[in-house]
């Protein structure tokens, strides 16, 4: 079985809203007769609003994948074999992003999420295999994954 997560966006958040403002910029641009530079910029930012990273978690053959997908369509990475890792660790995280105005206003977001990581030989963790929401929804996925790559689950140290 193929598991596919899809982690992170390149541009999140404040960061995307800005992405967006520079999209509708770029339509503007083109509107106005300057073509190439317009769809330059738009395109360029199309790249980064539809870009994103994730894990492939081949359960069968014991191997794992962290790629980049780019445009939603073109994935990079290369598969390593999940022997160096002996557990999984659920971490809480949370992040904070700030964007400043040139009015020097600033807005921050705070996102809390959990992340399910793959723990390494040095039992700490590698790198993230799942992000989840709530503690509820993690809980029965780093279960789901126990089971799957037979595995301990490991807690994290406070």
């Not at 596919?4 to 641009?29: E, M, Q, R, W, Y």
């Not at 999420?113 to 700490?124: F, S, T």
Request: proline share 3%; net charge positive.
């Amino acid at each position: 079985m193929i598991i596919d997560n899809k982690l992170d966006h390149i541009l999140s958040g404040p960061k995307a809203f800005a992405a967006t403002l520079f999209v509708i910029t770029g339509i503007f641009i083109v509107f106005m007769g300057h073509i190439i530079l317009g769809l330059s910029v738009s395109i360029f930012v199309v790249f980064l609003l539809t870009s994103y990273s994730g894990v492939e978690i081949d359960t069968v053959n014991h191997r794992i994948k962290q790629y980049n997908k780019f445009f939603g369509i073109v994935k990079t990475g290369q598969w390593k074999n999940m022997n160096s890792f002996i557990g999984l660790t659920l971490v809480p995280m949370r992040r904070v992003n700030t964007i400043a105005s040139r009015a020097n206003i600033t807005n921050t977001t705070v996102k809390r999420d959990y992340r399910i990581y793959l723990v390494n030989k040095a039992k700490k963790p590698a790198f993230a295999i799942k992000i989840c929401k709530t503690r509820h929804e993690a809980q029965n996925s780093i279960d789901e994954f126990s089971i799957w790559l037979k595995l301990p689950v490991y807690s994290a140290k406070k």
